[in-house]
Protein backbone atom coordinates (compact mmCIF):
# COMPACT_ATOMS: atom_id res chain seq x y z
CA UNK A 1 0.00 0.00 0.00
CA UNK A 2 2.60 2.44 1.19
CA UNK A 3 4.75 1.63 -2.43
CA UNK A 4 1.58 2.31 -4.28
CA UNK A 5 0.99 5.49 -2.66
CA UNK A 6 5.00 6.52 -3.42
CA UNK A 7 4.05 5.18 -7.30
CA UNK A 8 1.08 7.72 -7.33
CA UNK A 9 2.94 11.12 -5.50
CA UNK A 10 6.29 9.90 -8.04
CA UNK A 11 3.44 10.32 -10.89
CA UNK A 12 1.48 13.05 -9.90
CA UNK A 13 5.21 15.14 -9.79
CA UNK A 14 5.91 13.53 -13.29
CA UNK A 15 2.82 14.63 -13.87
CA UNK A 16 3.13 18.60 -12.87
CA UNK A 17 6.45 18.91 -13.86
CA UNK A 18 5.19 17.75 -17.64
CA UNK A 19 2.41 20.32 -17.39
CA UNK A 20 4.86 23.17 -15.71
CA UNK A 21 7.31 22.15 -19.17
CA UNK A 22 4.64 22.50 -21.82
CA UNK A 23 2.85 25.54 -20.19
CA UNK A 24 6.61 27.43 -20.14
CA UNK A 25 7.10 26.06 -23.56
CA UNK A 26 3.05 27.84 -24.70
CA UNK A 27 4.24 31.36 -22.95
CA UNK A 28 7.91 30.96 -24.71
CA UNK A 29 5.86 30.13 -28.65
CA UNK A 30 3.05 32.49 -27.93
CA UNK A 31 6.09 35.16 -27.00
CA UNK A 32 7.47 34.97 -30.14
CA UNK A 33 3.64 35.23 -31.65
CA UNK A 34 3.27 38.39 -30.11
CA UNK A 35 5.06 41.96 -30.10
CA UNK A 36 4.61 43.43 -26.47
CA UNK A 37 5.53 46.89 -27.41
CA UNK A 38 2.93 47.60 -29.97
CA UNK A 39 0.49 45.38 -28.48
CA UNK A 40 0.16 43.31 -32.46
CA UNK A 41 0.98 40.13 -33.51
CA UNK A 42 4.96 39.06 -34.34
CA UNK A 43 6.23 39.03 -38.04
CA UNK A 44 6.43 35.02 -37.14
CA UNK A 45 2.45 35.06 -36.37
CA UNK A 46 1.82 37.02 -39.87
CA UNK A 47 3.19 34.11 -41.72
CA UNK A 48 1.16 31.46 -39.78
CA UNK A 49 -1.54 33.44 -40.57
CA UNK A 50 -1.69 34.24 -43.80
CA UNK A 51 -0.40 30.73 -44.84
CA UNK A 52 -3.43 29.72 -43.58
CA UNK A 53 -5.58 32.16 -44.91
CA UNK A 54 -4.16 31.43 -48.49
CA UNK A 55 -5.13 27.41 -47.60
CA UNK A 56 -8.51 28.34 -47.22
CA UNK A 57 -8.88 30.71 -50.07
CA UNK A 58 -7.14 27.56 -52.16
CA UNK A 59 -9.61 24.87 -50.88
CA UNK A 60 -12.86 26.71 -50.14
CA UNK A 61 -12.26 29.87 -52.78
CA UNK A 62 -12.52 31.78 -49.52
CA UNK A 63 -11.86 35.47 -49.74
CA UNK A 64 -9.77 37.95 -47.75
CA UNK A 65 -7.81 41.09 -48.16
CA UNK A 66 -5.03 42.57 -46.45
CA UNK A 67 -4.01 46.37 -45.62
CA UNK A 68 -0.58 47.85 -45.27
CA UNK A 69 -0.47 50.98 -43.06
CA UNK A 70 2.90 52.68 -42.55
CA UNK A 71 4.52 56.16 -41.96
CA UNK A 72 5.22 58.41 -44.38
CA UNK A 73 8.39 60.01 -43.04
CA UNK A 74 9.05 58.39 -39.64
CA UNK A 75 13.06 58.91 -40.28
CA UNK A 76 12.79 62.37 -40.05
CA UNK A 77 10.43 62.62 -37.10
CA UNK A 78 12.62 60.81 -35.48
CA UNK A 79 15.59 62.92 -36.31
CA UNK A 80 13.10 65.94 -35.16
CA UNK A 81 11.40 64.78 -31.85
CA UNK A 82 13.98 61.74 -30.93
CA UNK A 83 13.31 57.92 -30.06
CA UNK A 84 11.22 58.17 -27.13
CA UNK A 85 8.69 60.51 -29.62
CA UNK A 86 9.25 58.47 -32.04
CA UNK A 87 9.12 54.96 -30.35
CA UNK A 88 5.20 56.73 -28.33
CA UNK A 89 3.90 57.88 -32.22
CA UNK A 90 4.17 53.93 -33.49
CA UNK A 91 2.65 53.23 -29.98
CA UNK A 92 -0.10 55.38 -30.96
CA UNK A 93 -0.21 54.44 -34.64
CA UNK A 94 -0.52 50.76 -33.80
CA UNK A 95 -3.73 51.48 -31.01
CA UNK A 96 -4.95 53.70 -33.54
CA UNK A 97 -5.39 50.66 -36.21
CA UNK A 98 -6.39 48.03 -33.73
CA UNK A 99 -9.30 50.33 -32.55
CA UNK A 100 -10.24 50.96 -36.37
CA UNK A 101 -10.60 47.33 -37.02
CA UNK A 102 -13.16 44.52 -36.80
CA UNK A 103 -13.27 42.19 -33.95
CA UNK A 104 -12.64 39.56 -36.22
CA UNK A 105 -9.36 41.05 -37.73
CA UNK A 106 -5.73 40.90 -37.02
CA UNK A 107 -3.06 43.03 -36.53
CA UNK A 108 0.67 42.63 -37.18
CA UNK A 109 4.08 43.91 -37.38
CA UNK A 110 5.66 43.33 -40.94
CA UNK A 111 9.03 42.94 -39.74
CA UNK A 112 11.16 45.32 -38.24
CA UNK A 113 10.14 48.18 -39.48
CA UNK A 114 6.99 50.48 -39.03
CA UNK A 115 4.84 48.72 -40.91
CA UNK A 116 1.88 46.87 -39.91
CA UNK A 117 -0.26 44.86 -41.82
CA UNK A 118 -4.17 44.12 -41.05
CA UNK A 119 -5.73 40.90 -42.37
CA UNK A 120 -9.07 40.95 -43.17
CA UNK A 121 -11.11 37.74 -43.52
CA UNK A 122 -14.05 37.73 -46.00
CA UNK A 123 -13.08 40.80 -47.25
CA UNK A 124 -13.18 42.52 -50.97
CA UNK A 125 -10.53 44.50 -52.26
CA UNK A 126 -13.22 47.30 -51.76
CA UNK A 127 -13.76 47.19 -48.24
CA UNK A 128 -9.69 46.83 -47.34
CA UNK A 129 -9.34 50.14 -49.15
CA UNK A 130 -12.79 51.92 -47.17
CA UNK A 131 -10.77 50.87 -43.90
CA UNK A 132 -7.68 52.07 -45.14
CA UNK A 133 -8.90 55.72 -46.10
CA UNK A 134 -10.64 55.50 -43.08
CA UNK A 135 -7.41 54.96 -40.56
CA UNK A 136 -5.60 57.29 -42.88
CA UNK A 137 -7.84 60.41 -42.73
CA UNK A 138 -8.75 59.51 -39.10
CA UNK A 139 -5.20 59.35 -38.16
CA UNK A 140 -4.78 62.89 -39.78
CA UNK A 141 -6.92 64.47 -37.93
CA UNK A 142 -5.10 63.83 -34.73
CA UNK A 143 -2.98 66.64 -35.44
CA UNK A 144 0.35 65.35 -34.54
CA UNK A 145 3.26 67.99 -35.41
CA UNK A 146 5.78 67.00 -37.48
CA UNK A 147 7.56 70.25 -38.69
CA UNK A 148 9.99 68.73 -41.33
CA UNK A 149 7.03 67.00 -43.42
CA UNK A 150 5.22 69.20 -46.25
CA UNK A 151 1.71 69.43 -44.43
CA UNK A 152 3.54 69.78 -41.19
CA UNK A 153 1.86 66.42 -39.40
CA UNK A 154 3.02 63.37 -38.95
CA UNK A 155 0.71 61.25 -41.69
CA UNK A 156 0.09 57.24 -42.44
CA UNK A 157 -0.10 55.80 -45.99
CA UNK A 158 -1.81 52.66 -46.76
CA UNK A 159 -2.22 49.90 -49.66
CA UNK A 160 -4.81 46.81 -50.05
CA UNK A 161 -4.24 43.89 -51.75
CA UNK A 162 -6.92 40.94 -51.85
CA UNK A 163 -7.50 36.91 -52.75
CA UNK A 164 -11.15 37.25 -54.17
CA UNK A 165 -11.95 34.11 -55.51
CA UNK A 166 -9.10 33.51 -58.04
CA UNK A 167 -8.09 30.13 -59.37
CA UNK A 168 -5.74 29.78 -58.08
CA UNK A 169 -5.50 32.46 -55.49
CA UNK A 170 -2.60 34.52 -55.47
CA UNK A 171 0.00 33.11 -52.74
CA UNK A 172 0.40 35.72 -49.67
CA UNK A 173 3.68 36.88 -50.64
CA UNK A 174 2.92 38.72 -53.92
CA UNK A 175 -0.14 40.18 -51.78
CA UNK A 176 2.77 41.23 -49.48
CA UNK A 177 4.38 42.37 -52.71
CA UNK A 178 1.36 43.94 -54.50
CA UNK A 179 0.61 45.80 -51.31
CA UNK A 180 3.99 47.34 -50.60
CA UNK A 181 4.42 48.46 -54.44
CA UNK A 182 0.78 50.34 -54.06
CA UNK A 183 2.00 51.72 -50.43
CA UNK A 184 5.09 52.96 -52.75
CA UNK A 185 2.84 54.90 -54.42
CA UNK A 186 0.38 56.09 -51.85
CA UNK A 187 3.57 58.13 -50.43
CA UNK A 188 5.14 59.50 -53.63
CA UNK A 189 1.79 61.32 -53.79
CA UNK A 190 2.88 63.06 -50.95
CA UNK A 191 1.47 60.55 -48.28
CA UNK A 192 -2.10 60.79 -46.24
CA UNK A 193 -2.72 58.56 -49.23
CA UNK A 194 -4.27 55.10 -49.91
CA UNK A 195 -3.41 52.74 -52.95
CA UNK A 196 -4.84 49.75 -54.75
CA UNK A 197 -5.14 48.05 -57.90
CA UNK A 198 -8.32 49.32 -58.37
CA UNK A 199 -7.30 53.02 -59.36
CA UNK A 200 -5.36 51.06 -62.00
CA UNK A 201 -8.54 48.70 -63.12
Known amino acids: MVEQTDADTAGQRLEAELRAYVSANDRLRSAGMFDPELGVGSPEALAIELDWMHQLALRYQRVYALLLVDFDDYASY ?14 LMAEHVRHGCRAADRLYRLDEGTALVVLLPETRLEGACVLGRRLVEGFRARGIPHLRSESRLLTLSAAAAAAEGETPPPEPRALLEEARLYLRVAQARGGANLASRLEAA
Open 78 to 91: QAQYGRRAARLAHK
